[in-house]
């Protein structure tokens, strides 16, 4: 396939059986490689720009091993979502959840109506922008750690990708959940928020956000 990559130059050597991939898939009969915390690309390094590939086959153990990483890596940092190029894998994979106490004050009543999703793993990603005006709200970022920016978003859109099952995921999302699987699916084609940003003395540390909130 035109494009391809192969995968076993980015990923680790499989460590002993675990199950963290049936929580995702249920079970299954062949054995589920160990999850191991990755090392998060930060701001600056080369394959944070880069276009990802497209994943050949969701269904490999390789891409099995690499999510299980993800989940552990995620949940580690305390992350909302996750992308295969911030720990250094090239590939159109990314993995999210938008639980509501996540979300950020400054997001109006609107943005907050779907304010939840599953843990999810989302691989060959397409967005369709919907209805509705953007909204703005607070982003941070594992690759940016640190770091807050107010950023302008779509409030409703409709994804569709392949689940780590290799089935096709279709739904439709607003509030944080949109937020967020615009924000990781930005990371597949090169860009991280800062870069989305209208007005940059809006890009504060975390430790400042209360003088903003709300902004508008």
């Not at 959940?177 to 928020?193: C, F, P, S």
Request: include cysteine.
């Amino acid at each position: 396939m035109e494009g391809a990559v192969d995968i076993r130059w980015f990923l680790p050597c499989p460590p002993a059986p675990i199950n963290t991939f049936e929580a995702l898939t249920g079970p299954r009969a062949d054995p589920i490689f160990q999850d191991m915390i990755l090392k998060i690309a930060r701001m600056g390094h080369p394959v944070l720009s880069q276009i990802a590939a497209p994943v050949p086959d969701p269904r490999v153990p390789e891409i099995q091993r690499l999510i299980n990483d993800m989940v552990e890596t995620m949940i580690d940092a305390n992350g909302a979502g996750l992308a295969a190029p911030q720990v250094h894998v090239p590939l159109r994979l990314v993995i999210f959840q938008a639980p509501g106490e996540r979300a950020d004050p400054g997001l109006s009543e609107d943005e907050r109506f779907d304010h939840t999703a599953p843990l999810t793993v989302l691989i060959n990603p397409e967005i369709t922008v919907l209805d509705g005006p953007a909204e703005g709200g607070w982003e941070g970022c594992l690759s940016v750690p640190g770091l807050r920016g107010w950023v302008e978003r779509p409030a409703h859109i409709r994804y569709r990708g392949l689940g780590a099952d290799g089935q096709v995921i279709e739904r439709t999302a607003r509030g944080f959940h949109a937020r967020v699987v615009q924000h990781e699916v930005d990371h597949l084609d090169g860009r991280l928020y800062p870069g989305r940003m209208a007005d940059i003395s809006k890009l504060i540390f975390e430790s400042e956000i209360r003088h903003f909130a709300p902004a508008g």
